[in-house]
């Protein structure tokens, strides 16, 4: 399974199912490669529709989803993958195990490179740092800054590591000098009023940085 490279889109959460998927097929259109779903508060019957429809727009577009914070869903909508914080997983062996190896593993590390080395030896195929900048998406969210990930790059050479954390256009060329793989993006992505538009400029310069 391809790791993340480039721009990495989290869909907004609390989204009507209508304008969720009106998103996510915008910023597929516009050259959208990696899409996760972050869908929770709402039952896992609904979920699991959700995850699959979007599932068969990836596979249109040829993009790989991810799921965040559920193995179930993933793996019963056939996504591509799931997200995990720390705190989400107590055994990471058996988790990686569980999920299969045909699924990506992501895991939320912020700045703790001790722990990245320990998800990274049970399995991972990325991890994030973050968050770099304020955000709005993730209000306990710890500010790490652009530091964590040249340190990150330094010391897990050949590691996709993907930024995290209030990422707008302006910051793409920043970021990828200073190591990332690939910049998850909420707001900076889909708050733009042409989605598709915008994907495309992000992706470009991304590309030319």
Known sequence: MKKPQGIYGILPSGLETNDLMKRAEAALK?????????????????????AKALRGLTRIYGATMIIND??????????????????????????????????????????????????????????????????????????????????ARRKLAGTCIVAVGGIQAAHLATLKEAGASAVAMISGLFAARDIEAHTRQLIESWESA
């Open 30 to 50: 516009g050259g959208l490669r990696t899409i996760q779903l972050r869908d929770k508060g709402i039952p896992f019957p609904e979920r699991l529709m959700r």
């Open 70 to 151: 559920d193995i179930t869903l993933s793996i019963e909508s056939d996504a591509d993958g799931v997200h995990v914080g720390r705190s989400d997983v107590d055994d990471w062996g058996l988790f990686r195990g569980q999920l299969g190896a045909s699924r990506l593993l992501g895991v939320t590390c912020r700045q703790d490179l001790e722990f990245a080395g320990h998800v990274l030896e049970s399995g991972a195929d990325y991890i994030s740092i973050g968050a770099i900048y304020p955000t709005s998406s993730k209000t306990d969210a710890e500010l790490v800054g652009i530091d964590a990930l040249r340190n």
